[in-house]
């Protein structure tokens, strides 16, 4: 007997999903929309994995509904535009991020800011407007409105373009909004992973003074060499944040696991920024008297609009602003998960989704 999954829409649909906070992912059928007259219908090719997709399967964050197919990078060809389509035509090469509709009527989404409407829904794991499930980018195909769907340039390979969608706006949205994307501004950058090598990327494309700040004396030379960073701080060398002190105008924190804030805060210059765009599990410690004598700001931000997440794509073509990613087929995504939980991935694993995806997967 078919599963609610498999009939609550009118397309077939298949791909890998949870069924438990094991987080372990196995082959799925369910079903998608017809194509609605404002809708977009793409055939995936690649989709990157997130840390937020490992939280997700495995119920880290307290509101993953079961089956779950994850994925909130998804690149791939349009097939299908509904009649009122404007922006897109049959052929296209698209990609849909981590929501997939807002109220539009809030004053967040008429100042195109929709990652910030109450009532957005997420691109997996949520709830449409008509009750139905959202299924993610682990699948062979996605139907969205065009509003929430983005242009991949002709510069930018599909599998490269897929982590911008995520990874990318969330990292270039704080350092467009804080200021930190000019020449002679110096950022920090903490944690070297999905996050935080396209925040030294992106930092640099802008012309700023970039410094890493790991708990990994071995990531240097690579922060430095490949990623083009100008300094490299050790986390836990007392000497060397100390000689550091005063010296970062904004700092974009991408860390996911709890840590200490205040060493951070020490490295900010009067009015400077910690921007926290990781999420750790449990609160963090912060204390105050140290933003209160230098006027500093613990600020957080959250992906972007769909005008700037346009924006950061079209930067990341003229720039050259690539993720390095990790080409696995999908049915390596559960060791994939493992080697991510340990950080062993330079820097974003993406799904051959277009070649490996096969029904009988």
């Not at 035509?89 to 967040?108: E, F, Y």
């Not at 600020?299 to 602003?321: C, L, P």
């Amino acid at each position: 007997m078919a599963s609610q999954a498999e009939v609550e829409h009118p397309r077939k649909a298949f791909g890998w999903a949870a069924r438990d906070p094991s987080g372990h992912l196995s082959p799925f059928n369910f079903s998608r929309r017809e194509t609605g007259e404002k809708d977009v219908a793409f055939k995936v090719l690649y989709c990157g994995i997130c840390h937020s997709d490992l939280h997700m399967v495995k119920n880290e964050w307290g509101f993953s509904t079961y089956p779950l197919v994850p994925g909130h990078e998804v690149v791939g060809v349009v097939t299908e535009v509904g009649s009122k389509v404007e922006k897109f035509k049959i052929g296209d090469k698209v990609g849909v991020g981590c929501m997939v509709d807002s109220c539009r009527t809030c004053q967040n989404c008429s100042d195109n800011l929709e990652n910030y409407c109450p009532q957005y829904t997420l691109t997996y794991g949520a709830k449409y407007k008509d009750g139905t499930i959202t299924y993610g980018g682990y699948s062979d195909l996605m139907v969205a409105d065009e509003h929430f769907v983005v242009r991949i340039p002709d510069g930018l390979p599909l599998d490269v373009a897929a982590p911008l969608l995520c990874a990318g706006i969330t990292v270039y949205s704080p350092l467009r909004y804080f200021a930190l994307d000019k020449p002679g501004v110096h950022v920090g950058v903490v944690g070297l992973g999905g996050l935080g090598h396209m925040a030294v990327k992106f930092a640099k494309a802008f012309g700023a003074k970039v410094t890493v700040i790991s708990t990994s004396p071995n990531k240097k030379e690579e922060a430095i060499q490949h990623l083009g960073a100008d300094s490299f701080l050790i986390s836990r060398d007392q000497h060397q944040m100390e000689s550091a002190k005063g010296s970062l105008d904004g700092i974009i924190d991408t860390v996911s696991a709890v840590h200490p804030l205040l060493p951070l805060i020490d490295l900010l210059k009067s009015h400077g920024k910690l921007v926290m765009v990781g999420a750790p599990e449990k609160p963090l410690e912060l204390p105050v008297f140290p933003l209160l004598v230098g006027r500093k700001i613990v600020a957080g931000s959250g992906i972007g609009g769909m005008k700037e997440t346009q924006e950061m794509m079209d930067f990341a073509a003229k720039h050259n602003v690539k993720p390095d990613i990790e080409v696995i087929p999908i049915e390596y995504v559960n060791t994939a998960m493992e080697r991510l939980l340990k950080a062993d991935v330079k820097y974003r694993f993406v799904i051959d989704i277009g070649n490996t995806l096969k029904p009988s997967s």
